[in-house]
């Protein structure tokens, strides 16, 4: 079945330093590419998406290129800050009304 | 805009009481929503799909008898949790769909600010 598979965390860095978060899906077809954010206590909360190949998703400082040829949408930050401590999670949408698929998650610590 | 709200948002209950948990698009219809539950420190596990007016769908491996889904209205489901346990201890959260964005390519999930229940 359709799955995506996120790189294991916890990841703990300093601020201002380079974040990647991994997350390849399988290619089935052509799905939507999402990126969730989850805060501390908190739902999730949309931070960036892609709809077609070679899209790039932007928000907040984070970027996310859908990559067709590698089925991946990793999740990037240039400076990350204390206030991007949460659990990322990476979700395509493959089809009409179907539920979004999740991967594992991956918990960023950013210390000062 | 695309505001999904859950209500409550905290309950601790004792065990063997049912309790119910309200899912609520306050901005735009939704034909389907979607509830989850997600563990400590785990990803959201997809327990049903609850489409308005019909039978909610469930995933494997979920009672459906133990975790009662209705979806009366385009702007409201509601999840209950009959004979809690302590094991149903969990963070669950729903998520819906704008009926008039099924068609665009983006369909985006909103997902509500969760529930999180403790049975004593």
């Known amino acids: 079945g359709n799955s995506v598979t996120q790189m294991e965390g916890p990841v703990t860095l300093s601020e201002e330093a380079f974040l990647t978060i991994n997350c390849t899906y399988t290619?089935?077809?052509?799905?939507?590419l999402f990126w969730y954010v989850q805060y501390p206590g908190e739902g999730l909360q949309l931070l960036l998406k892609?709809?077609?190949?070679?899209d790039k998703g932007s928000n907040k400082g984070f970027e996310a290129t859908y990559r067709k040829e590698t089925t991946s949408f990793h999740l990037e930050k240039g400076s990350v800050q204390v206030s991007d401590s949460a659990v990322y999670f990476c979700?395509?949408?493959?089809?009409?009304?179907?539920?979004?698929?999740f991967g594992k998650g991956t918990r960023l610590s950013v210390i000062a | 805009g695309a505001v999904v709200s859950q209500h409550p948002s905290r309950v601790i209950c004792k065990s063997g009481t049912s309790v119910k948990i309200e899912c609520r698009s306050l901005?735009?219809?939704?034909?389907?929503m979607f509830w989850y539950r997600q563990f400590p420190k785990k990803s959201l596990m997809l327990m049903a799909t609850?489409?308005?007016?019909?039978?909610?769908?469930?995933e494997q491996g979920v009672e459906k008898d133990k975790f009662l889904i209705n979806h009366a209205s385009l702007t409201l489901s509601t999840l209950t949790v009959t004979s809690a346990h302590p094991e149903d201890s969990s963070f669950y959260i729903c998520?819906?769909?704008?009926?008039?964005?099924?068609?665009?390519?983006?369909?985006?999930?909103?997902f509500g600010p969760g529930t999180r229940l403790t049975v004593l």
């Open positions: 290619a089935t077809g052509y799905p939507s």
């Open positions: 979700a395509p949408l493959y089809s009409g009304n179907t539920p979004l698929v």
């Open positions: 609850s489409n308005e007016g019909s039978k909610a769908t469930y």
């Open positions: 901005d735009f219809q939704a034909t389907t």
């Open positions: 892609a709809t077609k190949a070679d």
């Open positions: 998520s819906a769909r704008d009926l008039w964005e099924l068609a665009s390519s983006y369909n985006e999930q909103f």
